[in-house]
């Protein structure tokens, strides 16, 4: 098992800075071109999430001697899952913004499993595997809201 050094804990802590940042502004996205108040309500609350897990992770970084405003090298120039929101809050259709929504939580689930399984700094590891829970717990909240029969596809 190969442990990070304290520079590769900061590289992948940016990366889910900018996993968070993406959310967030993905969820702010969907909420204000949602025209479902509960869809709304859940969109502005993982918002909110986001932005504070962005936060705790930036604090952590300056912590380990990082800049948090340093970019990752996985970081990509595109929105890692939430590239098509705005088509999907365009149609007025929740089923496809919850969709969209659910893909850009894959990506999200997918950058804190992967830093879950390379951190091995104490802090590091605890904060992510706390806020890899939650982004579990959301990703599965929208996918059931997605398949409820309020929102399934018609």
């Given at each position: 098992?190969?442990?990070?050094?304290?520079?590769?804990?900061?590289?992948?802590?940016?990366?889910?800075?900018?996993?968070?940042?993406?959310?967030?502004?993905?969820?702010?996205?969907?909420?204000?071109?949602?025209?479902?108040?509960?869809?709304?309500?859940?969109?502005?609350?993982?918002?909110?999430?986001?932005?504070?897990?962005?936060?705790?992770?930036?604090?952590?970084?300056?912590?380990?001697?990082?800049?948090?405003?340093?970019?990752?090298?996985?970081?990509?120039?595109l929105?890692?899952?939430?590239?098509?929101?705005?088509?999907?809050?365009?149609?007025?259709?929740?089923?496809?913004?919850?969709?969209?929504?659910?893909?850009g939580?894959?990506?999200?689930?997918?950058?804190?499993?992967?830093?879950?399984?390379?951190?091995?700094?104490?802090?590091?590891?605890?904060?992510?595997?706390?806020?890899?829970?939650?982004?579990?717990?959301?990703?599965?909240?929208?996918?059931?809201?997605?398949?409820?029969?309020?929102y399934?596809?018609?």
């Amino acid at each position: 098992m190969k442990t990070t050094d304290t520079s590769e804990t900061i590289d992948l802590l940016n990366t889910l800075i900018e996993t968070c940042k993406d959310g967030c502004e993905g969820f702010k996205t969907a909420a204000a071109d949602s025209k479902d108040s509960e869809l709304q309500a859940v969109f502005h609350r993982y918002s909110a999430q986001r932005s504070d897990f962005a936060r705790e992770l930036r604090a952590l970084v300056g912590t380990l001697g990082g800049d948090p405003d340093k970019h990752g090298s996985v970081t990509g120039a595109l929105h890692r899952g939430w590239i098509n929101i705005k088509a999907a809050v365009s149609s007025n259709e929740p089923h496809a913004v919850l969709a969209e929504a659910e893909r850009g939580e894959d990506a999200a689930v997918s950058a804190y499993r992967n830093a879950s399984e390379q951190i091995y700094d104490p802090a590091a590891r605890d904060l992510v595997s706390r806020q890899f829970n939650a982004v579990k717990a959301a990703h599965d909240q929208i996918r059931d809201l997605r398949d409820s029969p309020r929102y399934a596809k018609k």
